[in-house]
């Protein structure tokens, strides 16, 4: 039975086959056919990042998006050096792994699941031999994106009380999230700075009401609520909103 031709996609050929295309976000693939590295594989990956800028998300300050990124293989010669820096050296190339973990901004919640994260490790037999923070450049990042960043909803699951989120506290969750955009937009309309938006104590109770107990939402929702009120107006220098 022969295979149904697909808009003018080319006939198979090589490592290539119509029958896996599929739709998807945006991706792109360079290798060197000899295994032979180089810098200017990781500089056509790059360019090919900047070909799909139109299948990923924006917002309108062009600088906030969904995130985008390139994956190549352990540069070990790098990771040497690094973690020798560090204080502790890594065994010859080939030999370990690498994991990238999505911590909690917290550091009392952040200590603890690298806690948790080595216990897993060592009952699997394995050693983690240390970890590394990567560095980060938020010079470049749009206001909307780094006043979010890994503050709201973000789901600790080693937690007691945040393994399971009722829909009512989702609910509630959402609603100070949205009510923090309002008032924080309304607030900027009217003049006020973003840096001091930023600056407040309330988005740090914002993102810790995950952490409430089931019994005590409603009493809490309205405390956060009021705290925002208050804070916005203190930022904007005027009545509350």
């Given amino acids: 039975m022969g295979m149904k031709k697909w808009r003018d996609l080319p006939e198979a050929q090589g490592l290539y086959d119509p029958r896996n295309e599929h739709d998807a976000c945006g991706i792109g693939f360079v290798a060197n056919i000899r295994g032979e590295r180089s810098y200017g594989i990781v500089d056509d990956a790059l360019k090919i990042l900047e070909n799909l800028k139109h299948r990923g998300g924006e917002g309108a300050d062009h600088k906030s998006g969904d995130g985008a990124g390139i994956l190549t293989q352990i540069p070990h010669d790098f990771f040497h050096r690094e973690c020798e820096v560090l204080g502790f050296s890594l065994p010859p190339e080939g030999e370990y792994g690498v994991g990238m973990i999505f911590a909690h901004r917290y550091a009392d ?10 216990e897993i490790v060592k009952e699997e037999g394995q050693t983690v031999l240390g970890w590394r923070e990567v560095p980060i450049d938020e010079s470049i990042i749009g206001e909307a994106a780094r006043s979010i ?22 609910f509630r969750m959402m609603k100070l999230v949205l009510a923090f955009y309002e008032q924080s937009k309304k607030a900027l309309e009217g003049g006020a700075s973003i840096q001091n938006l930023i600056k407040m104590p309330v988005r740090e109770q914002i993102g810790r009401f995950k952490y409430t107990k089931a019994e005590d939402v409603e009493k809490e929702y309205q ?13 904007a220098g005027k009545g509350a909103f």
Avoid: C, G, W
């Fill in 109 to 118: 919640f952040r200590k603890e699941q690298m806690r948790v994260f080595e």
């Fill in 149 to 170: 960043r890994e503050d709201f909803l973000h789901q600790n699951s080693f937690h007691e009380i945040d393994t399971y989120t009722p829909l009512q506290k989702q």
């Fill in 223 to 235: 405390a956060v609520l009021d705290e925002l009120a208050k804070e916005v107006a203190d930022a």
